[in-house]
């Protein structure tokens, strides 16, 4: 027979059960909104959002080892996901000027307009699944 969780234990598998919960349906429903109204997945969106902060940053581009530990895929997985990107005209990947082994990605201006018009979607989709009463149009709670 298994042993019982202690009141410390149980409470951290109810706080990884909610947290699991929680990531399940904000991942769902990104997935299911963004790929309806602009054809990206949930890591799609956040492989161009990683993108334009770059270039917020003062860069033009991006190197994928870099990238690739922000996005949590696998490499092959990341590896399709930028060609599905550069196949909808949305990143151009090259290879790095300094590193020759090096793939860096710059963000087209149809992946920045992507990027811009997918924005409040995925801002309200994260408040309504994880904000907490967060209004994502005044940012503030919505009580």
């Known amino acids: 027979m298994a042993e019982l ?5 149980a409470g951290l598998v109810a706080q990884w059960r909610e947290l699991l919960a929680r990531h399940a349906s904000a991942s769902c429903m ?7 109204r ?12 990683r993108l334009v902060e770059a270039c917020q940053g003062g860069g ?9 530990p922000t996005v949590h895929l696998s490499q092959s997985a990341l590896s399709r996901l ?4 550069e196949k909808a005209g949305l990143v151009v990947r090259a290879m790095c000027e300094s590193d020759r082994r090096g793939v ?25 699944t994880l904000g907490d009463g967060i209004d994502p149009a005044r940012g503030a709670s919505s009580d």
């Open 5 to 9: 969780d202690s009141p410390a234990e």
């Open 30 to 36: 990104l997935d299911r909104e963004l790929g309806e």
């Open 38 to 49: 602009y054809g990206l997945g949930m890591s799609e969106f956040e492989v161009l959002e």
């Open 60 to 68: 033009d581009a991006v190197r994928v080892n870099e990238l690739a």
């Open 82 to 85: 930028i060609a599905r990107l």
């Open 104 to 128: 860096q990605l710059t963000l087209t201006e149809a992946g920045r307009d992507r990027y811009v018009q997918a924005r409040p979607l995925h801002r309200e989709v994260l408040a309504l």
